[in-house]
C-alpha cells in the first residue's frame, strides 16, 4: 500500500464527513459493507469465533470489532482508538438574528478552535436534526447543504489599521456567518430551512417538522494533494478523521486470528465528558459483552493493548523554536510516538518498544516527540481510556501542521504510513513482552 492509492479513499471519506455524525455513517456503512453486522446496544448478543460486528453510540461514535478463534482472556485484543470530533464553529438553538438587512446565525466556538482562519471562507452547514413525521413520530436524520451558504468576511484593513498589533477576536461579536440578504422580505425560519433540507434529503421519512438541531458550519474547499512536488494532504478534520479512517481500513484489511476492535470516541475536543466520549462507558461496557466481566475481563485486559491514534505536531519550519531541539517530528518522516512525563499521553517504555519494533518489521519509518519543558501539550483519548478500562497503551499519531485549523496539512505519504503500522499491529501474531 502507497500514499498514491491509500489517500483517495481517504479524501473522499474526508469530504463526506463534515460532522461526526456524518463520519460515523460513513465507517458503518463500509463495515456493513464488509460484512460486519449493526448491533443494537439494547438487544442481547450471541458473538463468537469470527463473528464481526459495530455499535454506534449517539450517532457520533462508533465501536467496531472482530472475534478471533483463540479465547479473549488468554490472548487479550488488539484495540486502535481515535476520535470523531474536530473544533468547529456550531450553530446555537436560537440562531437567526438580523443586521443592517443581512441575516446571520449565531455561533458558539466548539473545542480549542484557531479562530483567524474561519473568515473569508466558503462555508457550508451539516449535522444531525430531529423531526416530527407526519405520523406524529420523532426520528434523526442527518442533513449537510453541500454547497457554500455562509461566509464570515473580514473587517477591511483601511478600517482596522492596527489589525496586526496584538489581535484578539471576539467570536460573539466578529465570528457571526452571514446567512442572506433579506432585501426586505419576512426573516426565514431556520428551522423551516432545515426541514427544507431534511425533506429534499430523506423523501421517504415523511418529515412534517424540525423540533431541535446540532448543526455545524465547515468550510466547503475539499481536501486535495498540494506543494510543488506533492508533497502535502490539506484538509478540514485530519485532526482526527485521519487516525478514524487509517483505523478503520486496518480493521477491514487486517488478516489475523486475534481478536481486534475500533473504538471512535465523541467529544475529545470538549475533555471527552459525556456518554459518547472516552470517559463514558461505551468501550468498557462492549469489552464486557465481548469478554465477560469480573476475572474474565481483568484477565483479558492483562494481555491487550490499545494504540490511541490522533495527530501529532510536525515541526513547522517558520516556527521550529517551538519544538524541543531533540524532538522534531517532520512531516513525511512516519507516525510519532508521544511522549509526556505528566501523563497526558499514556506512553511508556514497554507500549513504544513494542510499536517499535511493529513499525521496524512494517518497514516503517518512527518518530518521537516530547514537549518543550516550559510548553505544556495537547491531550488524546489515551490517558482516559487506559485509567478507565485499565489496559497499556501507547499514544501515536501522523505528523500535521495547523492543527485545529479548518483546513489542517499533513505528509502526502504519513497516512499510509501510519495504516501499514497499524495493519501490522493487528496482524502480529504476538506482541513483544506480552
Request: charged residues 20%.
Amino acid at each position: 500500500m502507497n500514499a498514491d492509492t491509500f489517500n483517495p479513499d481517504l479524501l473522499e471519506y474526508l469530504r463526506r464527513s463534515p460532522t461526526p455524525f456524518h463520519a460515523v455513517a460513513s465507517m458503518a456503512q463500509q463495515l456493513q459493507a464488509q460484512g460486519f453486522t449493526a448491533l443494537d446496544e439494547g438487544a442481547s448478543w450471541s458473538v463468537s469465533h469470527k463473528d464481526a460486528g459495530f455499535i454506534t453510540r449517539n450517532d457520533s461514535s462508533l465501536c467496531a470489532f472482530r472475534i478471533g478463534s483463540s479465547p479473549i482472556s488468554e490472548t487479550g485484543l488488539r484495540i486502535i482508538g481515535a476520535h470523531t470530533d474536530s473544533p468547529c464553529l456550531k450553530i446555537k438553538p436560537r440562531p437567526e438574528f438580523c443586521r443592517q438587512g443581512i441575516l446571520q446565525l449565531g455561533v458558539e466556538v466548539y473545542g480549542g478552535a484557531l479562530l483567524a482562519p474561519w473568515f473569508d471562507r466558503d462555508l457550508s452547514l451539516a449535522g444531525r436534526v430531529t423531526c416530527k413525521t407526519r405520523e406524529g413520530k420523532s426520528i434523526s436524520v442527518l442533513i449537510d447543504f453541500e454547497k457554500p451558504i455562509a461566509t464570515i468576511p473580514s473587517l477591511a484593513i483601511h478600517l482596522n489599521r492596527d489589525i496586526h498589533k496584538n489581535r484578539s477576536i471576539n467570536p460573539q461579536k466578529e465570528l457571526v456567518p452571514l446567512l442572506c440578504d433579506l432585501a426586505g422580505e419576512t426573516e426565514p425560519d431556520f428551522r423551516q430551512m432545515l426541514a427544507d433540507q431534511a425533506r429534499q434529503q430523506h423523501p421517504d421519512a415523511k418529515i412534517e417538522a424540525v423540533i431541535d438541531f446540532e448543526i455545524s458550519c465547515y468550510d466547503t474547499q475539499p481536501g486535495q494533494q498540494v506543494g510543488l512536488n506533492g508533497d502535502y494532504l490539506a484538509s478540514a478534520r485530519l485532526d482526527n478523521l485521519l487516525s478514524c479512517y487509517v483505523g478503520l481500513r486496518s480493521l477491514l484489511d487486517a488478516d489475523c486470528d486475534t481478536t481486534v476492535l475500533l473504538i471512535c470516541n465523541d467529544h475529545e475536543e470538549v475533555g471527552s465528558v459525556s456518554a459518547a466520549g472516552a470517559q463514558g462507558p461505551l468501550l468498557r461496557s462492549t469489552l464486557e459483552r465481548l469478554c465477560g466481566a469480573g476475572e474474565s475481563l481483568t484477565r483479558a485486559l492483562s494481555h491487550s493493548l490499545l494504540v490511541s491514534t490522533d495527530n501529532a505536531h510536525a515541526v513547522h519550519p517558520n516556527y521550529d523554536d517551538k519544538h524541543d531541539p531533540q524532538h522534531r517530528p517532520r512531516l513525511n518522516g512516519g507516525p510519532v510516538i508521544k511522549f509526556n512525563a505528566n501523563q497526558r499521553y499514556a506512553t511508556n517504555s514497554v507500549t513504544a518498544a513494542i510499536f517499535r519494533d511493529l513499525c521496524a518489521k512494517a518497514k516503517v519509518p518512527v518518530q518521537t516527540i516530547a514537549m518543550r519543558s516550559d510548553m505544556a501539550c495537547g491531550s488524546t483519548i489515551g490517558p482516559i481510556t487506559a485509567s478507565t478500562v485499565g489496559i497499556n497503551t501507547i499514544d501515536v499519531g501522523a505528523p500535521q501542521l495547523g492543527m485545529h485549523s479548518p483546513r489542517e496539512t499533513t505528509g502526502w505519504h504519513d497516512p499510509a504510513w501510519l495504516y501499514l503500522a497499524l495493519k501490522a499491529f493487528f496482524e502480529a501474531p504476538t506482541l513483544p513482552g506480552q
